[in-house]
């Protein structure tokens, strides 16, 4: 009986080091890198780009985050730096389908319109940081 106690009292205290030790160290406390909510609205020849996608590549390690577009509004979150930014949006192509990858079903083609200069060449750069969060994108043809 004595032993049991003994080892009960001993599971007591290492749950309760535990618990302060937890407490103390910040378990379960956010520790990972601070994000930065951005966010802007990107237009393509004058108008809002419906649908598409916009990544935020770091330059120093290529770490990158991305949002979709929506009615010419993205929002992403990601951490600080020097991002280069890469757009992306598709729009279907009337009258053709695609009845080759999927037998049976025609699938509507679509078309990448955005220029390979702001999406797989791009040129678009944003610095994020606590003072810089919004970032307009107004691409031309």
């Given amino acids: 009986m004595l032993a049991i106690r003994v080892l009960v009292g001993r599971a007591l205290m290492l749950g309760i080091v535990g618990y302060v030790a937890a407490g103390v160290t910040g378990c379960g406390g956010n520790t990972g890198p601070k994000m930065q909510k951005v966010s802007g609205k990107v237009t393509f020849a004058g108008e809002p780009v419906q649908d598409g996608q916009v990544v935020f ?3 120093t ?6 949002g ?3 009615d010419g509004a993205y929002e992403v979150s990601c951490e600080a730096g020097d991002m280069k930014v890469e757009i992306t949006a598709s729009k279907v192509i009337e009258g053709k389908f695609d009845t080759t990858s999927n037998p049976g079903f025609k699938e509507p083609l679509r078309m990448m319109y955005i220029p390979k200069k702001y999406n797989t060449d791009t040129t678009l750069t944003a ?8 970032f307009p994108f107004d691409l031309k043809k």
């Fill in 61 to 66: 390690d290529q770490k990158e985050w991305s």
């Fill in 57 to 59: 590549k770091r330059a």
């Fill in 68 to 70: 979709m577009i929506k």
């Fill in 127 to 134: 610095k994020v940081d606590a003072g810089s969060t919004t």
